[in-house]
């Protein structure tokens, strides 16, 4: 059964990573995200700090806006799928909806305040995803400027 939930994940990881690469493909980081709810993908998002000069549209919160006005209920029977390890802005986003689960596909580029997370009761499962460390690992060393600016900001 546990593996069964594992082939979930990397299922929807996968839909993650195809918001990472359309980032990629308009300029911007390549970090995605997606919200599912009772196994269906609820909303989509993707990094739009350098498409839209935005300090805010990172991937999860452009994956909850998307959303739309979802009641209470709704985040809190969603899991939220992202690349990369969520930054204290997404996280602080993640408790205030309180959504239970986040699932990441990469924690070791960047590491957001995972055990605040965990001791407010969210659920962290980390993939540890080579194409999710490779594809940011690939901007970085192409835009090593950019991802500097953005970590500046956000450290």
Same mark, same amino acid.
């Given at each position: 059964?546990?593996?069964?939930?594992?082939?979930?994940?990397?299922?929807?990881?996968?839909?993650?990573?195809?918001?990472?690469?359309?980032?990629?493909?308009?300029?911007?980081?390549?970090? *995605?995200? $997606? %919200?599912?709810?009772?196994?269906?993908? +609820?909303?989509? &998002?993707? !990094? =739009?700090? /350098?498409?839209?000069?935005?300090?805010?549209?990172?991937?999860?919160?452009?994956?909850?806006?998307?959303?739309?006005?979802?009641?209470?209920?709704?985040?809190?029977?969603?899991?939220?799928?992202?690349?990369?390890?969520?930054?204290?802005?997404?996280? *602080?986003? $993640? %408790?205030?909806?309180?959504?239970?689960? +986040?699932?990441? &596909?990469? !924690? =070791?580029? /960047?590491?957001?305040?995972?055990?605040?997370?965990?001791?407010?009761?969210?659920?962290?499962?980390?993939?540890?995803?080579?194409?999710?460390?490779?594809?940011?690992?690939?901007?970085?060393?192409?835009?090593?400027?950019?991802?500097?600016?953005?970590?500046?900001? $956000?450290?």
């Amino acid at each position: 059964m546990e593996k069964e939930c594992y082939m979930e994940h990397y299922k929807f990881m996968a839909e993650a990573l195809k918001e990472a690469k359309k980032a990629l493909n308009e300029g911007g980081i390549p970090i *995605g995200a $997606i %919200l599912v709810n009772n196994g269906k993908i +609820v909303s989509k &998002g993707h !990094n =739009k700090l /350098l498409q839209r000069d935005s300090p805010i549209l990172h991937a999860e919160v452009d994956c909850i806006e998307s959303a739309g006005r979802l009641n209470g209920k709704d985040y809190k029977n969603s899991t939220l799928y992202t690349t990369l390890s969520p930054c204290d802005m997404c996280s *602080g986003m $993640i %408790l205030l909806y309180k959504i239970p689960k +986040v699932v990441m &596909g990469e !924690n =070791k580029t /960047l590491k957001g305040p995972e055990d605040y997370l965990m001791k407010n009761g969210v659920e962290l499962i980390n993939l540890d995803m080579g194409n999710c460390k490779e594809l940011i690992e690939s901007f970085i060393r192409k835009n090593p400027e950019v991802w500097d600016k953005e970590i500046e900001k $956000i450290s």
